[in-house]
């Protein structure tokens, strides 16, 4: 999607590690959600952001979108084999919904 | 239990078939979506359909079609004309718009054309 850039495409981190995926936008974002797959799967919601500066976390995982609410970034913290799968960010833009290309994560034991 | 469901999960067509992926939800959500996933490019959006009866081209709709007939159904249609249709297959569905409500999405489909 030329709408949202996602960084990186992939990242490769040993278990136990912090990371960070990027989500950016050159327009304002008005609802900017993570999702996480599997490989072959459907996708999972993980959480939506809506007001700038909002940061939202769910066990070890936290979201922020910032200030101008053109970029939302998925902090990953101890990070564990569970956690690994591709993330997409999605976000409205008129009536539908486009996506990131995705960041692809693995993580090592 | 609610959710939404597509079958089949695995589906291999030869060139020049057309082929339909079903796509049910039991969510009572208005809008449903059809996307499409090549490894690398994330999701691109084929058809979607904010109401019974009524859908809108997406991004790449050439050589698919839909139907929206009942409010829980939302059948897609790969046709002969679709070059390149190997891929796999995602349906969504919201509330109502994006905006404010996340899309559940089903299991997917992966298309295989021999």
């Known amino acids: 999607s030329q709408e949202l850039e996602q960084s990186p495409q992939s990242l490769i981190v040993q278990e136990g590690k912090n990371l960070t995926i990027n989500c950016t936008s050159s327009?304002?974002?008005?609802?900017l959600y993570w999702y996480k797959q599997k490989y072959g799967e459907g996708l999972i919601f993980l959480m939506m952001?809506?007001?700038?500066?909002e940061e939202k976390s769910h066990e070890k995982i936290t979201a922020k979108l910032d200030e101008k609410k053109q970029q939302s970034s998925l902090h990953i913290t101890a990070s564990q084999p569970s956690h690994a799968g591709i993330y997409l960010c999605?976000?409205?833009?008129?009536?539908?919904?486009?996506f990131g290309a995705g960041t692809r994560l693995t993580v090592k034991p | 239990d609610g959710g939404i469901t597509q079958s089949p999960k695995y589906l291999f067509r030869k060139e020049g078939q057309n082929v339909t992926l079903s796509c049910e939800q039991n969510?009572?959500?208005?809008?449903m979506y059809w996307y499409r996933q090549d490894p690398g490019q994330g999701l691109r959006l084929i058809y979607y359909?904010?109401?019974?009866?009524?859908?809108q081209k997406g991004d790449i709709a050439e050589g698919y079609s839909v139907s929206r007939e009942k409010k829980e159904s939302f059948p897609l249609t790969v046709t002969s004309a679709q070059k390149n249709p190997t891929a796999f297959y995602l349906c969504?569905?919201?509330?109502?718009?994006?905006?404010?409500?996340?899309?559940?999405f089903g299991p997917g489909t992966r298309l295989t054309v021999l």
């Open positions: 327009k304002t974002l008005y609802g």
């Open positions: 969504a569905s919201s509330i109502y718009s994006p905006q404010h409500n996340e899309q559940f």
């Open positions: 952001l809506q007001k700038g500066g």
């Open positions: 359909s904010q109401i019974v009866n009524d859908f």
């Open positions: 999605g976000a409205a833009f008129n009536n539908d919904m486009r």
């Open positions: 969510l009572n959500h208005d809008a």
